[in-house]
Each structure stands twice: as C-alpha cells, then as structure tokens.
Nanobody, 120 residues
Framework: HVQLVESGGGSVQAGGSLRLSCAAS?????MGWFRQAPGKEREGVATIYTFPHSTYYADSVKGRFTISQDNAKNTLYLQMNSLKPEDTAMYYC?????????????????WGQGTQVTVS
C-alpha cells in the first residue's frame, strides 16, 4: 500500500504562484495531480510517467502548471504559475498501482488527503 502526503497549498492572489509537493512512501511509475472544486467533479490536472519520461496536462492549465518528480526523494511536485480564481480547489496527489497512465481519476488507486488552493 502506498501512502501519499501533499503539502504546499495556501491562499494567493490572481497571477501568483504556488508549488505543491507530494511525498510518496515508495516508487511509483505514474503519478498525477487532480483537483476538485465545491459542487464539481474531480478533474485531472497533470500526470507524469516515469519511464519513458512523459507528461500530460489538462488544457486549462497547459503553459501555466508544470508537473515534475524527484525520484531520489519519491516526491511529486506541481509548480503553478499565473494562478486564476478558477484554479481554486482541493488538490490531490494520486498514484497508479497498475495499468495505463491516464488523466482520469478511475486510473488511480492511491490518493493523498488533499491540500487546499485558494486564488482570489
């Protein structure tokens, strides 16, 4: 069983930046960031596949967010720049146990507790 712990959320003004971190208890070949705003469904933000290295972003964050990982530390990151009020949500780190690396919640077996991001 993999444990995921997010950190780095907070409140920021529009146009600002935040960096989220997710510490994993072990190596994961595919991890992703998801978010869920009140009254809305959970949506994929970005995913990263370790080998071969590849990343995928939702259109809404492309060019503003960057997903990365430090394999030595088993840590996933999400650098968020040019934040907008519509980015306000609870952000979750997730990991795939087996199968493809897709940006849909159903593909992920392990989830963190979430970290709140508020953009005003």
């Amino acid at each position: 069983h993999v444990q995921l712990v997010e950190s780095g959320g907070g409140s920021v003004q529009a146009g600002g930046s935040l960096r989220l971190s997710c510490a994993a208890s072990g190596y994961i070949y595919c991890m992703g960031w998801f978010r869920q705003a009140p009254g809305k469904e959970r949506e994929g933000v970005a995913t990263i596949y370790t080998f071969p290295h590849s990343t995928y972003y939702a259109d809404s964050v492309k060019g503003r967010f960057t997903i990365s990982q430090d394999n030595a530390k088993n840590t996933l990151y999400l650098q968020m720049n040019s934040l907008k009020p519509e980015d306000t949500a609870m952000y979750y780190c997730a990991a795939v146990r087996r199968g493809g690396c897709y940006l849909v919640p159903e593909a992920y077996s392990y989830w963190g507790q979430g970290t709140q991001v508020t953009v005003s």
